[in-house]
């Protein structure tokens, strides 16, 4: 991966609908090099997709949550738990983690008083195997593209 790899990723990282025409003015390519390059790309998974941004307060999920879990290890097939919560809905990502929890989740809820229902009933169901959990209510976030 080269220098102009690098600058067609970022600009496809801030807006992955660029057409080629205006990366290659960028970049100093032609469109087609451009076109070629990111092929090359995402067979070699550098790039895995792309995909739209959402506004959640403007669907009515006001609250960004994030929810720490530990469960019973004993009951515990990570692969399996992470896959029964990444279908919650609301639910947009899920880790293992180490340290003092096992997982965390990042989701979103319309008010306050989904915030029980979701930690107490919908978690619950999905990891029936959970000890305890904290949650945090997200106040402020910033975002970036991946650099390196």
Known sequence: MDEKDRKI???LQKNGREQFNVIARKVSLSSAAVHAR???LERAGIIEGYSTRIDAKKLGLN???LL???VD???DDSEK???EIIKLKGVISAFTMTGDW???IRLFIRDISDLNGVT???IKQAVPHMIRSSTSIVMARAEKPLDW
């Open 63 to 65: 609250i960004e949550v």
């Open 38 to 40: 990111v092929i090359k």
């Open 102 to 104: 096992d997982y965390q």
């Open 68 to 70: 720490n879990i530990t």
């Open 81 to 83: 738990t992470l896959k």
């Open 73 to 75: 290890h004993s009951k």
């Open 120 to 122: 107490t009933k919908v």
């Open 9 to 11: 990723v970022e600009i």
